[in-house]
């Protein structure tokens, strides 16, 4: 299992230059303490120009220590001061998820397309199942599964496929998405939730 903390970060216009520094920033402070940190851009879809700041651990012990010391962090303290003083976006999170199928590949992978479902509690097995059957389809896509546990919205479930660069991410559609088996799955995922919404974001 990993647990990702993570925050979206939506820039206010003429501003992102600040608000990119500013999340660097933090994701300096957060790799320091021990977290694994990514820096993306969503680049289509939900969230589409917002930034994110992913912090991934291996369980809950380790992220609240790493997001404990990140917090009391005088450069933290003084990041957040700027804010207040000047703001350079508006700040979503920070949620906490974790890994319920396969894991994060953010250094060979650093293309993610996330499909939230609104899925029963009771239907993640079986999700998870579907998860595994798509992840057999090929092994040049990285498959994981991600559930909320601190978010504003517990109904859903994320699955991720992660690509090695945006052009890759259009050929595995083609090899892989538009297959017949592919669509079977889609189907019987369908059966067990609803596909709410959709967003690919990048490593920048």
Known sequence: MTV????????????SKLAEERV??????????????RVARVIMGMYAG???????????????SVMSAAMNDDAYHQVMQERE????????GPFMFRTIYGDIAWDTH???QMRIYQISRKNVPAAVSILGEVDALTEDIKVVGVAPVVS???TIIH???????????????DKVGMSEEFQELVNKAN????????GVYMTI
């Open 4 to 15: 990702v903390i993570a925050a979206a970060v939506k820039p206010i216009i003429g501003k």
């Open 24 to 37: 660097r920033k933090v994701a300096e402070i957060y790799d320091h303490h021990g977290g694994k940190v």
């Open 50 to 64: 917002n930034m994110l700041l992913q912090t991934a651990t291996p369980d809950f012990t380790t992220a609240t």
């Open 85 to 92: 003083e000047n703001p350079g976006a508006e700040m979503m």
């Open 110 to 112: 650093p293309v993610s």
């Open 152 to 154: 504003e919205d517990m």
């Open 159 to 173: 699955a991720t496929y992660q690509f090695k660069s945006i052009s890759h991410w259009g050929e595995q559609i």
């Open 191 to 198: 059966d067990l939730g609803t596909l709410v919404s959709s």
